[in-house]
C-alpha cells in the first residue's frame, strides 16, 4: 500500500471505544477516557511514530469518528491519515448509500478525504464495491480495502476495482491471539503473500 507522501504504516492505532459512553464498551481502552487524555494518546502516538488511525461509522455509530476528529484538529492533515469504514449493514436506504456514508464520515472526521476507506463486511461484493469507483475518481477516497473478508471475497472486489483502474490495497481482519480463526480460513494472509499484491494492516484497537 502506498500512501501519499507518507511513509507506509504496518500498524494502525484503532479507535474503537473513543467517545463511547461507557454503557456499551464499559472497561475498553478508550471508553472512559476524556478528550484531554485521548489527546495524550495522540501526543505519544505522534511521537512514536504513528500516522494511521482506524475508525468505523459503526464505532460507537459515529462517536468514534466525531472525537477522533476533534482530537486530530491539532495536526496537519499531511502529518497523518485516516482510515474509516462503509458498512453494508448500515446503510441508507438511497441512491448512492456508500457515498452518502463517506459524506457523513467526512464531516464527522472533519475532512474532506480519506486516505483509506474500507468495505467492513463482505455483504453483497458485487453490489457496493463499484460504488467505491466514483468516489476514487473525485479523490474523497484515496485507497481501498476489505475488512473480513474472505480471499475469493478479496479477489472479486479487486476484480472489480482493477476494472475501472484501481485495487484493493490493504486487508484488516478480526484476528487475535484469542480470535485466531483468520488462519483457517487462510485469507488476508494468503491474499498479502500472492505476489505482495495486497498489504494486511495490524490495528491496534481495544485491550484484551
Given at each position: 500500500?502506498?500512501?501519499?507522501?507518507?511513509?507506509?504504516?504496518?500498524?494502525?492505532?484503532?479507535?474503537?471505544?473513543?467517545?463511547?459512553?461507557?454503557?456499551?464498551?464499559?472497561?475498553?481502552?478508550?471508553?472512559?477516557?476524556?478528550?484531554?487524555?485521548?489527546?495524550?494518546?495522540a501526543?505519544?502516538?505522534?511521537?512514536?511514530?504513528?500516522?494511521?488511525?482506524?475508525?468505523?461509522?459503526?464505532?460507537?455509530?459515529?462517536?468514534?469518528?466525531?472525537?477522533?476528529?476533534k482530537?486530530?484538529?491539532?495536526?496537519?492533515?499531511?502529518?497523518?491519515?485516516?482510515?474509516t469504514?462503509?458498512?453494508?449493514?448500515?446503510?441508507?436506504?438511497?441512491?448512492?448509500?456508500?457515498?452518502?456514508?463517506?459524506?457523513?464520515?467526512?464531516?464527522?472526521?472533519?475532512?474532506?478525504?480519506?486516505?483509506?476507506?474500507?468495505?467492513?463486511?463482505p455483504?453483497?461484493?458485487?453490489?457496493?464495491?463499484?460504488?467505491l469507483?466514483p468516489?476514487l475518481?473525485?479523490?474523497?477516497?484515496?485507497?481501498?480495502?476489505?475488512?473480513?473478508?474472505?480471499?475469493?471475497?478479496?479477489?472479486?472486489?479487486?476484480?472489480?476495482?482493477?476494472?475501472?483502474?484501481?485495487?484493493?490495497?490493504?486487508?484488516?481482519?478480526?484476528?487475535?491471539?484469542?480470535?485466531?480463526?483468520?488462519?483457517d480460513?487462510?485469507?488476508?494472509?494468503?491474499?498479502?503473500?500472492?505476489?505482495?499484491?495486497?498489504?494486511?494492516?495490524?490495528?491496534?484497537?481495544?485491550?484484551?
Amino acid at each position: 500500500m502506498t500512501i501519499d507522501k507518507l511513509k507506509n504504516p504496518t500498524i494502525a492505532l484503532g479507535t474503537w471505544a473513543w467517545g463511547d459512553s461507557g454503557e456499551t464498551g464499559d472497561g475498553y481502552f478508550g471508553s472512559r477516557l476524556t478528550q484531554s487524555g485521548l489527546e495524550e494518546v495522540a501526543d505519544r502516538a505522534h511521537a512514536g511514530g504513528f500516522s494511521l488511525w482506524d475508525t468505523a461509522v459503526v464505532y460507537g455509530m459515529g462517536r468514534s469518528e466525531r472525537m477522533l476528529g476533534k482530537v486530530l484538529k491539532r495536526y496537519a492533515r499531511n502529518d497523518y491519515q485516516l482510515s474509516t469504514k462503509f458498512t453494508p449493514q448500515a446503510a441508507a436506504t438511497c441512491d448512492h448509500p456508500v457515498a452518502d456514508m463517506l459524506e457523513q464520515s467526512l464531516s464527522r472526521l472533519g475532512t474532506d478525504y480519506i486516505d483509506l476507506y474500507w468495505i467492513h463486511n463482505p455483504a453483497d461484493v458485487a453490489r457496493w464495491t463499484p460504488q467505491l469507483i466514483p468516489l476514487l475518481e473525485n479523490g474523497k477516497v484515496k485507497h481501498v480495502g476489505v475488512s473480513n473478508h474472505n480471499l475469493s471475497q478479496i479477489e472479486l472486489a479487486d476484480r472489480i476495482l482493477r476494472g475501472a483502474g484501481f485495487r484493493i490495497e490493504a486487508v484488516q481482519n478480526h484476528y487475535s491471539l484469542l480470535y485466531r480463526s483468520a488462519e483457517d480460513a487462510a485469507s488476508w494472509t494468503t491474499a498479502a503473500a500472492k505476489a505482495s499484491r495486497f498489504s494486511p494492516i495490524w490495528c491496534l484497537n481495544r485491550g484484551p
